[in-house]
């Protein structure tokens, strides 16, 4: 089984609709990391968010919000208004503490590729 | 550099042939991390150094491939007799500590083709 679980691997929306990104993970930690990272055509990861497991506020930044919810392990990804700016691949990623050895490495949902067409 | 650097940004080899790939990490992460992003398989964690050390090696898929760091900055990661299926993108990211929040900056990452 996936540890993080991106169920959808493509969506297309029209520019200015609101779109989701859904992300689901397990772990067994009750100490743990959730983040959102974005991949843009230039291929370079951009880091978006990181959320720990204790803060289950949801969070906003300009466009971009948050929804973290431990009950049902999911940690979704809205983008309002969306942009043709924001088409690129988005990854979900978990962080555990017994990841091994301490490294702490990030376990990678399969990614959403979003194209945000004018 | 202000990120993470790479190179070189694209290799192409012939099956058979050995390849180093560099990563220069951003000034002062202790911590540096080797990630391999495929179609297949997805974005998958290869090895992890904290300083010149790597304890954890697990994500490594075979003997082929190693890695080292020295002055607790530079990283090289090595494909001996690459095969097909080593063709992927490989990606670099340093962090600033030994820690579970700290996020890690990614490099544009090293394209290998091997024909």
């Known amino acids: 089984a996936q540890k993080v679980t991106q169920a959808q691997t493509e969506i297309s929306v029209v520019e200015k609709e609101d779109v989701t990104l859904d992300c689901v993970y397990e772990t067994r930690d009750t100490t743990y990391y959730l983040f959102w990272y974005k991949q843009p055509p230039s291929g370079e990861l951009v880091f978006l968010i990181r959320?720990?497991?204790?803060?289950?506020q949801n969070e906003i930044s300009g466009r971009y919000s948050w929804n973290f919810q431990k009950s049902t392990s999911s940690f979704n990804f809205t983008i309002t208004a969306s942009q043709v700016v924001d088409s690129a691949v988005y990854f979900c990623?978990?962080?555990?503490?017994?990841?091994?050895?301490?490294?702490?490495?990030?376990?990678f949902g399969k990614g959403t590729k979003l194209s945000v067409i004018p | 550099g202000a990120g993470v650097s790479q190179s070189p940004s694209n290799k192409v080899t012939e099956k058979g042939k050995d390849v180093e790939l560099r990563c220069d990490p951003i000034?002062?992460?202790?911590?540096l991390y080797w990630y391999r992003q495929s179609l297949g398989q997805g974005l998958e964690f290869l090895i992890y150094f904290q300083g010149n050390s790597a304890p954890d090696k697990s994500g490594l898929p075979s003997d082929r491939f190693s890695a080292e760091r020295t002055g607790g900055s530079v990283s090289t990661l090595t494909i001996q007799r690459t095969q097909q299926e080593d063709s992927a993108v490989y990606l670099c990211?340093?962090?600033?500590?030994?820690?579970?929040?700290?996020?890690?900056?990614f490099g544009p990452g090293t394209r290998l083709t091997v024909l």
């Open positions: 959320r720990n497991s204790f803060d289950e």
């Open positions: 000034s002062g992460h202790t911590a």
């Open positions: 990623a978990l962080s555990e503490p017994d990841s091994g050895a301490g490294s702490y490495q990030l376990t």
């Open positions: 990211a340093s962090s600033s500590g030994r820690t579970i929040y700290n996020e890690q900056f």
